[in-house]
């Protein structure tokens, strides 16, 4: 089962927002609203952003933000500030022999 | 608060064994969903196995399958990871991940195994 396909990379300046994609297959992102997002600054654990495609766990910012067209999730972080600087990973609930699927991962940059 | 200590990562030579514990407080344990999500050095999360709150139903990754086992100790508010036939590619962090309704809401701080002769 392959990963969900994220951007390696994307980048913007502070205040700017930026999106991140996810895309899968009919079989996970487009056929559940199960799909969720996390932050992993190096060297530490992830940290859940956003779950059930959009819902924001208590304590996360508004800044982000998630959504869904078809197989494509969307994490979308509007004001950007220096400490938004990590990487981002998105995760889907699948029906296939391995449940659980996480995409490549997108390091973002802020200018 | 809640808190996922794991541990019993080390070097392991290719084809041995090595069981990973993670014990869990703050919550109630027995009414959570449990995984393991491991990353290799500079690449992206895997998720590898889970296991429901009385651990009787457990899922394993494609790559993982057959090699490593879940299970867990309600009364010991722990949960482990048996794995044998360690290969090179098995190398990574290793987390203690809870489970609840489908995302991933807390995380230990995670421990390395390397695999290597």
């Known amino acids: 089962q392959s990963a969900l396909t994220q951007p390696a990379s994307v980048s913007g300046s502070p205040g700017q927002s930026i999106t991140i994609s996810c895309t899968g297959t009919?079989?996970?992102?487009?056929?559940?609203?199960?799909v969720s997002w996390y932050q992993q600054y190096p060297g530490k654990a992830p940290k859940l952003m956003i779950s059930d495609v959009s819902n924001r766990p208590s304590g996360v910012s508004n800044r982000f933000s998630g959504s869904k067209s078809g197989n494509t999730a969307s994490l979308t972080i509007s004001g950007l500030q220096a400490e938004d600087e990590a990487d981002y990973y998105c995760s889907s609930y699948t029906r296939s022999s391995t449940p659980w699927l996480f995409g490549g991962g997108t390091k973002l940059t802020v200018l | 608060e809640v808190q996922l200590v794991e541990s019993g990562g080390g070097l392991v030579q290719p084809g041995g064994s090595l069981r990973l514990s993670c014990v869990a407080s703050g919550f109630t344990f027995s009414t959570y969903w449990m995984t393991w999500v491991r990353q290799a050095p500079g690449k992206g999360l895997e998720w590898v196995a889970n296991?429901?709150?009385?651990?009787?139903?457990?899922h394993y990754a494609d790559s993982v399958k057959g090699r490593i086992t879940v299970s867990r100790d309600n009364a010991r508010n722990s949960v482990y990871l048996q794995m044998n036939s360690l290969r090179g590619e098995d190398t990574a962090v290793y987390y203690c991940?809870?489970?609840?309704?489908?995302?991933?809401?807390?995380w230990g701080q995670g421990t390395l195994v390397t695999v290597s002769s």
């Open positions: 296991i429901k709150e009385d651990g009787s139903e457990k």
């Open positions: 009919s079989s996970d992102v487009g056929g559940y609203n199960y």
């Open positions: 991940v809870r489970h609840i309704n489908w995302s991933f809401d807390s």
